[in-house]
């Protein structure tokens, strides 16, 4: 399956999330986002359109820049949004970069009561300037922090009663985990999701923290350590997240929308699946497959809504531990 069609697949489930933005979100007026890019050691040309496409798709949000630069930001600018969003990074230099106007003028932002979301190599820079590591939390440490092979896990939900989190179940994505993350800041790290580090795949063997939220001033930070490709960042729980995480960071405890399919999945967890399943021959052509992946109990569950769903040529896939965590059908000549 190529990435417009795991995009096409994605899009039923996106649609109700949306759906459940427009509806609740009522007249409160969009989260405006600032979207830091331009330099990262991870194909930043490739993820930051998925970035940007995730947050027009969603009525609760309207993003008013993207820069390439970091060190072009003043208060001017910043005054037109209420969160930055960073998919930027200096790596392997560690040491800031950013000039003195432009750290004053995002310090003064964030302490005023507005928000800064990280993911995935964005964390990894910056390391000499406290305030950025308090916001980011835990950061990639030369000669210490490392990642495993890439392969597909569970995202455990280890606090429900964050606003960010609240509701969610675990989920399964595919991606690059790291291990390790130093905290440079003399805060406690509070961790609101974590990854199990599988040794088959050259990890530690211990659960790693993949979601933190943080605090300066009045403000927020999240770091969401998960988004390696825009593959990764195609998963509906890690949407979920960058969707709730942002607007938490803008605007504190309160969310305006609750996008329920992604977080809750219904009562057997399989919703988005139905979901997905119904709408994926709109977006298939004739003999197109789909591929869905699961968690790796579910697989006999997909196949029986594939088969009704009039797919045929239905199989289930294991992963590289043999887990079977990928299943697939064939839409008919009429479906």
């Not at 979207?35 to 947050?55: M, S």
Request: proline share 6%; glycine share 10%; aromatic share 8%.
């Amino acid at each position: 399956m190529n990435t417009r069609t795991m995009q096409s697949a994605v899009s039923g489930a996106e649609t109700t999330v949306a759906g459940d933005a427009a509806s609740a979100a009522g007249s409160a007026p969009p989260v405006r986002v600032l979207i830091l890019t331009g330099a990262n050691n991870h194909d930043w040309k490739a993820t930051t359109p998925v970035l940007r496409e995730l947050f027009d798709r969603c009525p609760r949000f309207q993003v008013v820049d993207v820069i390439d630069d970091p060190a072009t930001l003043d208060s001017g600018k910043l005054a037109t949004c209420d969160v930055v969003v960073s998919n930027w990074s200096a790596y392997p230099e560690m040491t800031r970069r950013w000039g003195t106007t432009a750290e004053k003028a995002f310090v003064d932002f964030i302490s005023s009561g507005k928000g800064f979301v990280v993911f995935h190599a964005a964390s990894a820079t910056c390391q000499d300037w406290p305030e950025f590591q308090q916001l980011v939390a835990l950061t990639w440490k030369l000669d210490h922090t490392a990642h495993g092979s890439f392969h597909t896990f569970k995202v455990a939900i280890t606090d429900r009663d964050h606003p960010i989190t609240q509701g969610m179940q675990d989920f399964w994505t595919t991606d690059e985990l790291w291990h390790n993350m130093a905290n440079l800041s003399d805060r406690p790290v509070r961790a609101l999701a974590q990854v199990w580090s599988e040794p088959d795949f050259n990890g530690t063997n211990k659960f790693e923290p993949v979601l933190i939220p943080t605090v300066l001033g009045r403000g927020r930070g999240l770091n969401l350590v998960l988004g390696h490709d825009a593959h990764a960042m195609l998963n509906v729980g890690w949407r979920t997240i960058m969707l709730r995480g942002t607007e938490w960071a803008a605007t504190g405890p309160e969310l305006a929308f609750e996008p329920r399919l992604a977080l809750a999945g219904g009562r057997d967890g399989l919703d988005a699946f139905r979901t997905l399943i119904r709408g994926a021959p709109a977006h298939l052509q004739p003999g197109g497959w789909l591929l869905l992946e699961h968690g790796h109990t579910q697989g006999p569950d997909i196949r029986a809504l594939l088969r009704q769903a009039g797919f045929t040529e239905i199989t289930t896939t294991p992963d590289l531990a043999g887990r079977p965590r990928v299943s697939e059908g064939r839409r008919g000549a009429g479906g």
